[in-house]
């Protein structure tokens, strides 16, 4: 895989606070915000809940669009026919097998820039890739222990009624339970079955199955596609989205700008805002989610140009340390003065403009100054109504004033609604260990495996059944049902088909280790819950807006805390 699918933030993060004008520092603020950036299938999603998201009554669900910005406190859930993707800010990647729920409990920032991300694996299978820059830290409880990268790695973590097992696919981790470290390397398993004497098992990994295919698939597929677009970029950086440029555009060579770039089949005319929908989130306000697969990058990042002969072109400024484009440049973010090694977020790659009763949207200009008229103005502005963005832009009149809006007017947008579902429903799997690693049974009405409360442990009840037919046999005549009892079988009328939950050790999410010049997050709780670091889990910070809208003002994000292995904030 090629470096430039993974983060190569390691650079040394320059001191941009003294050479950038004070308005754009304060402008530089940011809460890591992740994507949800495949949905394949049903995939449902929750903003907040109280300890576990699956046994939370009150937690709200709702269907997960593509797109989704994820923050810390999030969980999303795919069903039993859904698969779901999520890729990060320094190209870690998140896969989520059917059946599985994921919590993000930590994505905060330390003092030195680095980020910090911290995700529960409450029932199912999940893969992730790692490749961390230096300082970074990545790590995912599951079930009976936790799980920390250590350099690039891509590894499956399985958490099922009875056991957890992970299996290390590329690179090393570190197996953390009971106050104990069990370092893997490529091709070995660690697996527990609590439903035996919960004693680790490493063994070989075992054979890919489809979803392991799948995800090596996607891998391969994101990593050529994202150095495909790297090379118009000029960046040695990372961000979610640059496969989907290659995937579904083309580059062209915009004079005065550089490198610029335009989805397939659209014309001259079209309006940059015309595929997406008006999303409110009380962490971070009103965001804008692209609904086409290429809708992420150019509506949280870069600038817009108008092209003679082309149309609106997407330029993606800002990625690297070549230049102080306004839209993009690496800063600090203000996250308690900590630096940010990234290009910042915006809600919208747009500046809110209004005159007299007219609010509309100017595609924001890689060259725009904080709080100076919009350069793109010249070329319309699109008028809101609603939830809809006009697909064609009114002139502005000669001598016509329009002022800068720091936030959208009240009542304007009208957010989507996301259709309300029901609680992920938790699904009975078992652990079967073996030499050749441990992989799980999914357990139905029609399935052969039960519990055999005799020898506390899964069986294949027909497989059972067939020994006792050959002891039949070989007692010359013996009644079956004698036979079955000799072969302890359970009896499959009365077991239940749903798998018991055992009694499982609560496992809270590791602390991140102490970094040269601050302390981890949970030795911060003392400064305050819904404070910088209250309770344990990072509070998220505000976002920045728009360049020349100015900094928009959000709630705190109050954190759950470790006590009670809960995602991060608004949980109450």
């Given at each position: 895989?090629?470096?430039?699918?993974a983060s190569?933030?390691?650079?040394p993060?320059?001191?941009?606070c003294?050479m950038l004008?004070p308005p754009?520092?304060?402008d530089?603020?940011?809460?890591r915000i992740?994507r949800?950036?495949?949905?394949?299938?049903?995939v449902?999603?929750?903003k907040?809940?109280?300890?576990?998201s699956?046994?939370?009554s009150?937690?709200v669900?709702?269907?997960?669009?593509?797109n989704l910005p994820?923050r810390?406190g999030y969980?999303?859930?795919?069903?039993?026919?859904a698969?779901?993707e999520v890729?990060?800010?320094n190209?870690?990647?998140a896969?989520l097998?059917?059946?599985?729920?994921?919590?993000?409990y930590?994505?905060?920032?330390n003092?030195?820039?680095?980020?910090?991300?911290?995700?529960?694996?409450?029932?199912?299978?999940g893969?992730?890739?790692?490749?961390p820059?230096?300082?970074?830290y990545f790590?995912v409880t599951?079930?009976d222990f936790s799980?920390?990268?250590n350099g690039r790695?891509r590894?499956?973590?399985?958490?099922?009624d009875?056991?957890?097992s992970v299996a290390?696919?590329q690179?090393?981790?570190n197996?953390?339970?009971n106050k104990?470290?069990?370092p893997?390397?490529k091709g070995?398993?660690?697996?527990i079955n609590?439903?035996?004497?919960?004693?680790?098992?490493?063994a070989?990994?075992?054979?890919?199955?489809?979803?392991d295919?799948?995800?090596s698939?996607?891998?391969d597929s994101?990593?050529?596609a994202?150095?495909?677009?790297?090379?118009?970029?000029n960046?040695?950086?990372y961000?979610?989205?640059?496969a989907?440029l290659?995937?579904?555009?083309?580059f062209?060579?915009?004079p005065?700008?550089?490198w610029?770039?335009?989805p397939?089949?659209?014309?001259f005319?079209?309006?940059?805002f015309a595929f997406?929908n008006?999303?409110?989130?009380?962490?971070f306000?009103?965001?804008?989610?692209?609904?086409?697969a290429?809708?992420?990058?150019?509506?949280?990042?870069?600038?817009w140009?108008f092209?003679?002969?082309l149309?609106?072109?997407?330029?993606p400024?800002?990625f690297?340390?070549g230049g102080l484009?306004y839209p993009?440049?690496y800063?600090?973010?203000?996250y308690?003065?900590?630096?940010?090694?990234?290009?910042?977020?915006?809600?919208?790659?747009?500046?809110w403009?209004?005159?007299?009763n007219t609010?509309g949207?100017?595609p924001?200009n890689?060259m725009?100054?904080?709080?100076?008229t919009?350069?793109n103005?010249?070329?319309?502005v699109?008028?809101?109504n609603?939830n809809a963005?006009?697909a064609t832009?009114?002139?502005p009149?000669?001598?016509e004033k329009w002022s800068?809006?720091?936030?959208p007017?009240?009542?304007?947008?009208v957010g989507?609604t996301?259709?309300?579902t029901?609680?992920?429903?938790r699904?009975?799997?078992t652990i079967?260990?073996?030499?050749?690693g441990?992989?799980a049974?999914?357990l139905s009405?029609?399935?052969?495996?039960?519990y055999?409360g005799?020898?506390?442990?899964?069986v294949n009840s027909?497989?059972?059944a067939?020994?006792?037919?050959?002891t039949?046999?070989?007692?010359?005549?013996?009644?079956?049902?004698?036979a079955?009892r000799?072969?302890?079988v359970p009896?499959a009328a009365a077991?239940?088909?749903?798998a018991?939950?055992m009694n499982?050790?609560?496992?809270?999410?590791?602390?991140?280790?102490?970094?040269?010049?601050?302390r981890?997050?949970?030795?911060?709780?003392?400064?305050?819950?819904?404070g910088?670091?209250?309770?344990?889990?990072?509070s998220a910070p505000?976002?920045s807006?728009s360049?020349s809208?100015?900094?928009?003002s959000s709630?705190?994000?109050s954190s759950?805390?470790?006590g009670?292995?809960?995602a991060?904030?608004?949980h109450h």
């Amino acid at each position: 895989m090629k470096r430039a699918f993974a983060s190569s933030l390691s650079l040394p993060l320059l001191l941009l606070c003294g050479m950038l004008p004070p308005p754009a520092q304060a402008d530089a603020s940011h809460a890591r915000i992740v994507r949800l950036s495949l949905v394949q299938g049903q995939v449902r999603f929750a903003k907040e809940f109280h300890k576990d998201s699956m046994d939370d009554s009150k937690a709200v669900w709702e269907l997960a669009p593509l797109n989704l910005p994820i923050r810390q406190g999030y969980a999303i859930s795919t069903d039993s026919d859904a698969r779901a993707e999520v890729e990060f800010e320094n190209g870690a990647m998140a896969f989520l097998s059917p059946n599985t729920t994921i919590e993000f409990y930590d994505l905060s920032l330390n003092e030195d820039g680095a980020f910090i991300t911290r995700l529960i694996l409450r029932q199912g299978s999940g893969i992730f890739y790692v490749h961390p820059a230096k300082g970074d830290y990545f790590s995912v409880t599951g079930g009976d222990f936790s799980v920390e990268a250590n350099g690039r790695t891509r590894f499956r973590l399985d958490n099922f009624d009875d056991g957890s097992s992970v299996a290390v696919e590329q690179g090393q981790i570190n197996v953390l339970r009971n106050k104990g470290t069990q370092p893997l390397t490529k091709g070995q398993t660690y697996s527990i079955n609590v439903g035996k004497d919960a004693t680790p098992v490493i063994a070989r990994e075992g054979d890919p199955d489809d979803f392991d295919k799948w995800v090596s698939g996607r891998i391969d597929s994101v990593a050529t596609a994202t150095a495909y677009s790297n090379q118009y970029v000029n960046s040695g950086g990372y961000d979610s989205g640059f496969a989907d440029l290659y995937n579904y555009g083309s580059f062209y060579n915009v004079p005065g700008y550089g490198w610029g770039w335009q989805p397939y089949g659209v014309g001259f005319g079209w309006s940059p805002f015309a595929f997406g929908n008006w999303y409110y989130d009380p962490a971070f306000g009103w965001d804008f989610i692209g609904s086409a697969a290429w809708g992420w990058l150019p509506y949280h990042y870069g600038g817009w140009a108008f092209a003679p002969g082309l149309g609106w072109m997407w330029m993606p400024m800002g990625f690297g340390f070549g230049g102080l484009g306004y839209p993009g440049y690496y800063g600090y973010a203000g996250y308690g003065g900590y630096p940010y090694r990234g290009p910042i977020y915006h809600p919208i790659t747009a500046v809110w403009v209004r005159s007299g009763n007219t609010t509309g949207l100017v595609p924001l200009n890689p060259m725009d100054k904080n709080g100076k008229t919009p350069l793109n103005l010249t070329h319309g502005v699109y008028q809101l109504n609603g939830n809809a963005i006009s697909a064609t832009p009114m002139a502005p009149a000669a001598g016509e004033k329009w002022s800068i809006e720091r936030n959208p007017p009240k009542g304007m947008p009208v957010g989507t609604t996301f259709a309300r579902t029901t609680q992920p429903v938790r699904v009975s799997r078992t652990i079967l260990s073996s030499n050749t690693g441990s992989r799980a049974v999914t357990l139905s009405r029609d399935s052969s495996i039960v519990y055999d409360g005799s020898q506390h442990r899964f069986v294949n009840s027909n497989a059972a059944a067939t020994k006792a037919e050959e002891t039949a046999k070989a007692n010359n005549g013996a009644s079956t049902k004698n036979a079955e009892r000799n072969a302890k079988v359970p009896n499959a009328a009365a077991a239940e088909r749903s798998a018991p939950v055992m009694n499982r050790p609560h496992i809270n999410p590791p602390t991140p280790p102490a970094y040269a010049g601050g302390r981890s997050a949970e030795s911060r709780g003392g400064e305050g819950h819904g404070g910088m670091w209250g309770g344990g889990a990072p509070s998220a910070p505000v976002i920045s807006s728009s360049p020349s809208v100015g900094t928009s003002s959000s709630s705190g994000h109050s954190s759950g805390g470790g006590g009670g292995g809960t995602a991060g904030g608004g949980h109450h």
